[in-house]
């Protein structure tokens, strides 16, 4: 097959940061192509528990980091977007819930409690009792605090839709990917199963698979860490939504839970923080299994879950090498020429990597031009969740 198109922007990687930034290009102007090699979303994104940090979690020390300041605006810029009055339409796409808890078993440390009360974050992190408890903690036998954040959890399965109907005909289902260049060894596009394709840009946001694609471009840099997680999947039908940050002693979450509608109208509680990191990580799927259900029994005893459904994922997070491993605060992009790469290093984040991407074009003079229009092209799928799959 030879074909040559042309476009403005050709993006790799139709996960949450490639789908936003192709939309964000197009209510711009610009002329966009996205290419992905699986499914959309299916990557990190569908796999994600679709909090919309505004960075309480990581202000557990008792004081607020530059991560914490970095994301504050994210929830607002969702909940714009989620309202169809930001810079995307969601209007249409599921809110899970329009608050994610942070909840202490016991007594909380001192330095939180002044802490979650102080003017720092006041708005963002409120005490709740009585009914205003999120369902599934309103029970006699809960003893312990809870805190309101104000931040949301979306649906990703419908987010991921809402941003492939955005994407128009800029969709391309294909596999292989080569350098294009011109006489002079510039990089002028990429070759895509066999069809040339040019742009002014090329942006990869191809999650985990940056790094392969930068070796075969021969672009020693940025490096690449990964993050391995072993979530677990709990599918019952006494299970009532939790989306809620379990406080452990340390400055990461004991376990984090989020609530998500299956097909058959029963929720599937999906379970993260530290139970996924580490130990976790080190157990087979049997022990994994067995430590989250000691985890939510010691939690949650008065919740049956003796007809529970059970299933781990093992699934690694892709972001920008830091040094000592560390979380990064932002969206990363990095500036090859006529290449970008990156990682949004957050669900949550993707407004701040397509931020990131317009501003490098903006720096650049690079301008929507005229295309020829496009011709039919074969359209990826959209990713199926875990559990879709698991039960
Ligand atoms: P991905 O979603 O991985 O998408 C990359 C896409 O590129 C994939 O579709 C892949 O198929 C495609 N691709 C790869 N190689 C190629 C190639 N050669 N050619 C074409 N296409 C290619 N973040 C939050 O903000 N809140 C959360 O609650 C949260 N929870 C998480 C829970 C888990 C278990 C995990 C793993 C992550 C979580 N995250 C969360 C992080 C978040 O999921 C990721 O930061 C985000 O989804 C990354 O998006 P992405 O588009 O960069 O990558």
């Not at 490639?18 to 290009?25: F, S, T, V």
């Not at 909090?51 to 909940?79: N, V």
């Not at 040339?196 to 946001?205: C, D, F, G, M, N």
């Not at 993707?350 to 359209?379: K, T, Y």
Request: proline share 6%; charged share 20%; hydrophobic share 40%.
């Amino acid at each position: 097959m030879s074909q040559t198109l042309s476009t403005d922007v050709l993006i790799v990687g139709g996960g949450v940061a490639g789908l936003w930034l192709n939309a964000r290009l197009r209510a711009k102007g610009y002329a966009t192509l996205l290419v992905e090699r699986e499914s959309l979303g299916g990557g990190q994104s569908v796999k994600s528990q679709g909090i919309i940090h505004g960075g309480a979690k990581y202000a557990l020390h008792g004081a607020l980091s530059g991560a914490s300041e970095a994301i504050a605006d994210m929830p607002r810029r969702w909940r714009e977007a989620l309202d169809g009055s930001g810079e995307l339409d969601l209007s249409g796409v599921r809110l899970l819930s329009d608050a994610h808890y942070l909840w202490s078993p016991g007594t909380l440390a001192g330095n939180l409690t002044s802490f979650f009360a102080s003017k720092a974050v006041r708005g963002r992190v409120d005490q709740v009792k009585g009914e205003q408890l999120p369902p599934a903690l309103q029970n006699p036998k809960f003893k312990g605090k809870v805190y309101r954040l104000a931040e949301l959890v979306v649906d990703v399965p419908s987010l991921i839709a809402r941003l492939a109907e955005l994407a128009g005909d800029s969709l391309l289902a294909a596999d292989d990917i080569q350098p294009l260049h011109d006489n002079d060894g510039q990089l002028v596009g990429l070759r895509v199963d066999g069809r040339e394709i040019r742009a002014q840009r090329i942006v990869l946001s191809a999650g985990r698979g940056n790094a392969d694609l930068l070796a075969s471009l021969d672009v020693p840099q940025p490096a690449q860490q990964l993050r391995p997680l072993h979530m677990v999947m709990v599918k019952g039908p006494s299970l009532k939504p939790l989306y809620a940050h379990c406080l452990g002693g340390g400055p990461k979450p004991r376990v984090t839970v989020t609530s998500h509608p299956s097909a058959d109208g029963e929720w599937v509680w999906y379970l993260g923080g530290d139970l996924a990191e580490a130990d976790g990580v080190a157990r087979d799927e049997a022990a994994q299994i067995d430590a989250a259900r000691k985890e939510l029994s010691q939690l949650l005893p008065w919740i049956d879950l003796s007809t529970a459904q059970w299933a781990t994922l093992r699934v690694e997070r892709a972001e920008p090498a830091q040094s000592g491993f560390v979380r990064p605060d932002n969206a990363f992009i990095s500036d090859q020429g006529a290449l970008l790469v990156g990682w949004p290093t957050k669900l949550a984040l993707a407004p701040d990597f397509a931020d990131r991407v317009l501003s490098h074009l903006e720096r650049d003079g690079i301008r929507p031009a005229a295309h020829p229009a496009l011709p039919e092209l074969p359209r990826p799928v959209i990713g199926r969740t875990a559990w879709e799959t698991a039960f």
